[in-house]
């Protein structure tokens, strides 16, 4: 077999920008007022009395409150938002969990579920065998209880939904391009779930059959994943490449249209430029048919 | 004069610009995808790559993390084919450790270092051809990254090189000026307030000749800071365009 075909440079596409685009774009430096009567939100500061913008995005305003929201940026999270991690360190009654935020989250022994159902009883030999719960590496997914004062986030784990992830393939995105939903799980039509997480980790795993309560989260299923479902998997992940490097915002919706309008294509051509961008293109036109 | 003549009788470069005439700049923000932020910067011939991490969390020894703000750390390095001739390590040795921390100090004055207690940000930086003003394109390079990264900063950082020949501030000097044996002071600034980042001279001066030289230099980074903002607001607009709903 021949190697990988060469490719040649090709010309970037100037995006035609419209002059009609009402945002309000700031960049680092620029007064956005110099009224003294607003508050001071995320991405400004005060330079001699004016509200300064700190990052180069858009401006937000909220009654009084004015913030720059970049356009691209680590994790920012809220209580309540799906995220997918990985651990990062077994420390005394906690683990740290990597969740591409600024700091590494936590994620406490007491707020997860041991093996032996919820009311169980948490013990010194549960400390001591905590890596055999989870241990370096290890893939987790878990919503935001609290956040604390400097930033850093902290997990749970306490609901069947969330726990160590198995076998499958991660996605990194940013952060901003995943749609903020009522639910973040989603049984694909095509064969695959998908987990968007809100910190840009998307994970794509085989849809799974019954799940046994007594595990609570952290049996992994080690079976062989047949092969259609690898497949429907690879595509997918194609499709999410696709959709990130063109901008789309993920959810179910987008994803689905993606897979679909992809079909024509070979998985591995999915990551050549231009049927990325001829599979995306169409995947717009059908959102916006959908949106009417 | 012995060696090359700087400035020709009619006021001409070598390369034939006006003394206070800056070289071409293209720069483009984004190239990578993996970094959370990067930018790629071309002065002339001088070329650089710039990647920022972070902030995130302190990686090795846990003692570096400060308590109220964020670490930055710099690394700079040439490619083994920036230069004429063939260098044998692209990084770690004095002149590249001191031009790291010079970034260093450059970028703790600009970014917003005290939003981000515990944490740590990182810069890479590459030359990959190297042909005068490395210190400049490295800073204006790293500028746009922590910009795509959307680290909060005071302002843009712009730098520019100065000399002295003949009596006349030249801005911008590509290698052959540099290695002339003059005068050459290197500029970091924030445009919009006017503050001085950093300056560094090689080789003596005379004071009546320091205002002129620093004023130069000084125009020099405001018109690079319009290059700069330029760059930005175009990639702004044309990522904000693809988001729309």
């Known amino acids: 077999m021949a190697a990988g075909l060469m490719r040649l440079p090709v010309f970037r596409k100037q995006e035609t920008v419209s002059e009609s685009n009402e945002k309000h774009l700031v960049v680092p430096g620029d007064v956005i007022t110099s009224d003294t009567g607003f508050m001071r939100g995320h991405g400004t500061y005060m330079d001699e009395e004016k509200l300064t913008a700190s990052v180069a995005g858009e401006v937000e305003r909220v009654n009084k409150l004015i913030c720059v929201r970049p356009l691209k940026t680590r994790f920012y999270g809220e209580v309540g938002d799906v995220v997918v991690g990985r651990i990062t360190e077994v420390q005394q009654k906690r683990w740290k969990v990597e969740t591409n935020s600024r700091l590494d989250s936590v994620l406490l022994l007491s707020s997860v579920n041991l093996p032996g159902g919820e009311l169980r009883r948490r013990c010194a030999e549960d400390e001591l065998a905590m890596r055999d719960y989870l241990q370096e590496g290890d893939l987790i997914n878990a919503e935001v209880q609290s956040v604390f004062s400097d930033g850093a986030l902290s997990l749970h784990t306490r609901s069947l939904k969330y726990g160590k992830l198995g076998q499958g393939v991660l996605v990194q995105v940013s952060p901003s391009l995943v749609k903020r939903q009522k639910t973040h799980f989603h049984n694909l039509p095509c064969g695959a779930s998908i987990i968007l997480g809100n910190n840009g980790y998307i994970w794509l795993y085989p849809t799974p059959g019954q799940q046994d309560e007594e595990a609570g989260g952290f049996h992994t299923s080690m079976e062989p994943v047949s092969l259609p479902d690898r497949e429907v998997i690879s595509r997918l992940r194609n499709c999410i490449l696709a959709l990130a490097t063109h901008k789309v915002m993920l959810y179910d919706t987008s994803v689905l249209y993606c897979y679909e309008s992809s079909r024509p294509h070979e998985i591995k051509d999915l990551l050549k430029p231009e049927v990325m961008e001829e599979v995306v293109m169409i995947t717009r036109q059908r959102l916006v048919e959908q949106a009417g | ?245």
């Open chain 2, 1 to 245: 004069m012995a060696g090359l003549e700087l400035l020709s009788d009619q006021g001409y470069r070598l390369d034939g610009r006006k003394p206070s005439e800056l070289r071409k700049v293209q720069a483009r923000m984004g190239v990578f995808t993996q970094a959370d932020g990067s930018a790629y910067i071309e002065q002339g011939n001088t070329k650089a790559l710039a990647v920022v991490y972070g902030p995130h969390e302190v990686r090795g020894s846990r003692s570096k993390a400060l308590h109220d703000r964020a670490v930055i750390n710099c690394q700079y390095s040439m490619a083994t084919f920036s230069t004429a001739e063939r260098k044998r390590r692209p990084h770690g040795d004095r002149k590249s450790s001191e031009m790291s921390l010079h970034l260093k100090q450059t970028f703790e004055a600009a970014v917003l270092t005290s939003l981000y207690p515990r944490s740590q940000i990182d810069i890479f930086v590459k030359i990959l051809q190297s042909d005068g003003g490395n210190y400049s394109a490295c800073v204006n390079a790293a500028t746009l990254a922590v910009i795509d990264a959307g680290i909060p900063m005071r302002d843009y950082v712009c730098a520019c090189s100065a000399g002295f020949v003949e009596n006349t501030a030249v801005v911008d000097l590509c290698h052959a000026e540099e290695s002339g044996g003059g005068t050459v002071m290197s500029l970091a600034l924030l445009p919009r307030g006017g503050q001085v980042a950093l300056v560094q001279m090689d080789a003596r001066l005379h004071q009546d000749h320091l205002d002129a030289l620093m004023e130069a230099a000084m125009t020099a980074c405001r018109s690079l800071g319009q290059v700069l903002d330029g760059v930005v607001r175009q990639h702004l607009q044309e990522v904000s365009v693809l988001t729309a709903e």
